[in-house]
């Protein structure tokens, strides 16, 4: 599984990866110690394919022939997951190399054809009589699979016939072509002007530094950096519209093909998530606005800015804390962060840094960004590009909290069951910033400039993460039902939308100007299906879940344990009310708001103490 947080190129203007000690670099060799293993695992798909197609037609022989196919189904994938998981790692260390690329493209090609080839089980399957899958829901060989056939129901009126999957499933490496071509001209062909660096000299933009420019103190430097962008990417907007929409057309027909209401509810009921869990998310963010809406007159007056606008987000509201940390200082601090989850915890923590799971830095054609990416079989790596600042740290925590939820999960579980939803996916690595900010807030109780600092940071974390991903989830939703209801998505219709949106959320503390209309033509994660609104309702999880890890509860640290060892051997909400939050109610939501408007009111109360306002 990959959770990516930003997909983005990184500079050209940056050493080669030969440069790169080592000890820097991930391992890939754990994986395939060279080129050739890999092919030798590419080539015998073929061979694991006639395994699980010589099922065909058996399903309703006996227990032990259905046993036998999600035996061999299993096999297939586990070895299909390595192949892929070895191309797209090594793709990443340099984006410009057309031979791992070559190998990522052969293994992505080779996953649609193995998708329609294999497109018959869950028709057959649906097809036995009832009798036939009572008898299985009860046979002790099934027993083990028994959720398995339960989920298959679960989709049995949006299952097509063996032909119609196994043609859908051969078309979905061409479906994801709007996908391919906005990464690669996000990734390749979009070139960014010079502007100012803070320094007295200038420097070429780029998707890597953009966010460190838009932290400047320097209200010019961020002003150039953030129209310098916007305007590149309106130069390209036609273009942009013509992949998000071709985008959004593949999930419509999918919609249409399998029967559902919406794409919406198309994308939800994968993970078996009703639709409220989306709509009450967006309601409940939308009444709270007036919080978000106090923190913003918060950082006008702080920053003593009468026309607030768009780039004065995320500069900090303290001065003087732009102190860099080495990555020796940036694993310390996030290991002593995790110590509250246990010895277990912080032993196979220690294995990220001392087996290489992590690749830590920038490189010429790396790509940028930070996720964490494997299989049941690989380390669970993280792809990073540590530059030291402090959100470089909050990035570490919140990647080594994917790879740790995946480790957790795969030493705990069979493969059949060890990938957990992608819903969750958000939660243990948001608990672990929400750790690391704990833990520097009092390693700071002395300061009270950097705890002001680290108060701000939590609360632009929050802004980022629960209103800002919410923001994300309606537009989304927006794009989708314009479509499903025959208007065409434009250029044009799509930036007032944008602009409409950012000015409801942002309301008249700032100005939402012409410029962000178009911040939806950056955005990787509206290509992700409904992904964003994980980002909010993961967060509101996590505020919860790690409040009761640092209360020292025993029974609520192991009830967290518990949701990170649990795969998908449940339903995905039954998972997180096991470990104590109800994402069916709007309450996770409005407790995570509620900390942000303590924080809002804690923050004012620290500056006015320190005289800063």
Not at 241 to 261: D, E, F, I, Q, S
Not at 272 to 298: A, C, G, Q
Not at 500 to 505: D, T
Not at 562 to 574: I, M, P
Request: hydrophobic share 40%.
């Amino acid at each position: 599984m990959f959770f990516s947080d930003d997909d983005f190129p990184s500079p050209s203007a940056l050493p080669p990866r030969s440069e790169i000690d080592d000890s820097l670099k991930w391992n890939l060799a754990a994986l395939y110690a060279s080129i050739d293993d890999w092919e030798r695992d590419f080539a015998i798909l073929d061979s694991l394919l006639n395994a699980a197609n010589r099922f065909n037609g058996h399903l309703g022989d006996s227990p032990e022939r259905l046993k036998g196919a999600y035996e061999a189904f299993d096999a297939l994938h586990r070895t299909l997951e390595k192949v892929y998981t070895h191309a797209r790692l090594a793709s990443d260390e340099d984006i410009s190399d057309s031979e791992p690329m070559g190998r990522l493209d052969r293994i992505t090609a080779r996953f649609a054809e193995l998708q329609g080839a294999l497109a018959w089980f869950e028709p057959e399957l649906l097809a036995l009589p009832d009798e036939r899958i009572e008898e299985y829901l009860n046979s002790a060989e099934l027993a083990f699979y028994k959720r398995s056939i339960g989920e298959t129901l679960r989709f049995k009126p949006h299952t097509l016939s063996a032909g119609e999957e196994r043609l859908l499933g051969m078309a979905s490496d061409a479906l994801s072509t709007p996908e391919k071509v906005f990464s690669a001209l996000n990734n390749v062909d979009i070139v960014f002007p010079e502007v100012p660096d803070g320094k007295g000299g200038s420097v070429v933009l780029t998707h890597g530094n953009f966010s460190k420019l838009l932290e400047s103190e320097n209200r010019e430097v961020r002003e150039k950096a953030f129209n310098a962008m916007y305007d590149t990417f309106g130069k390209y907007r036609d273009t942009l519209t013509a992949t998000l929409a071709g985008c959004v057309k593949t999930h419509l027909l999918n919609r249409a093909a399998r029967k559902y209401p919406s794409a919406l509810d198309a994308s939800l009921h994968v993970d078996d998530v009703p639709r409220s869990v989306y709509e009450n998310l967006i309601s409940t963010v939308r009444k709270r606005l007036p919080d978000f809406h106090s923190y913003l007159e918060l950082r006008k007056k702080v920053l003593k800015i009468d026309d607030l606008g768009m780039h004065d987000l995320r500069n900090p509201l303290i001065s003087d804390r732009d102190k860099t940390f080495t990555w020796g200082e940036a694993r310390a601090m996030v290991l002593a962060a995790l110590a509250p989850l246990g010895g277990e915890y912080a032993k196979l923590a220690e294995r990220a840094f001392d087996e290489r799971w992590i690749d830590v830095m920038e490189s010429k054609g790396k790509r940028s960004g930070a996720y964490s990416g494997g299989c049941y079989d690989s380390y669970p790596y993280i792809l990073m590009n540590f530059n030291g600042t402090l959100n470089d740290v909050f990035t570490l925590a919140h990647e080594l909290g994917h790879s740790m939820h995946s480790l957790l999960s795969k030493t705990n579980q069979e493969y059949h069951y060890a990938d957990y939803r992608i819903f969750v996916a958000e939660v243990a690595s948001t608990t672990n910033e929400l750790l690391l900010h704990d833990y520097l807030k009092r390693s700071s109780s002395d300061d009270d400039e950097l705890s002001a600092h680290l108060l701000t940071h939590l609360l632009d974390e929050i802004r980022g993460t629960v209103y800002r991903q919410t923001m994300f989830a309606e537009f989304e939703k927006h794009i989708h039902e314009e479509l499903e209801a025959g208007r065409p998505l434009t250029a044009d219709s799509l930036s007032e939308s944008y602009c409409e949106l950012n000015k409801a959320y942002h309301g008249k503390v700032i100005d939402a100007d012409a410029r962000i209309a178009v911040e939806w033509a950056r955005i990787p994660h509206f290509y992700y299906n409904f992904y964003v609104y994980k980002y909010a309702t993961g967060f509101s999880a996590a505020a919860a879940l790690s409040k009761g890890v640092l209360s020292g509860n025993s029974a609520k640290l192991e009830a967290y344990l518990g949701f990170l060892k649990a795969g998908s051997t449940k339903n995905v909400l039954d998972i997180m009310l096991d470990a104590g939050v109800d994402l069916r109610s709007s309450k996770p939501v409005d407790d995570a708001l509620d900390l942000f408007a303590e924080t809002t009111a804690e923050l004012a109360d620290s500056l006015f103490s320190t005289k800063i306002i």
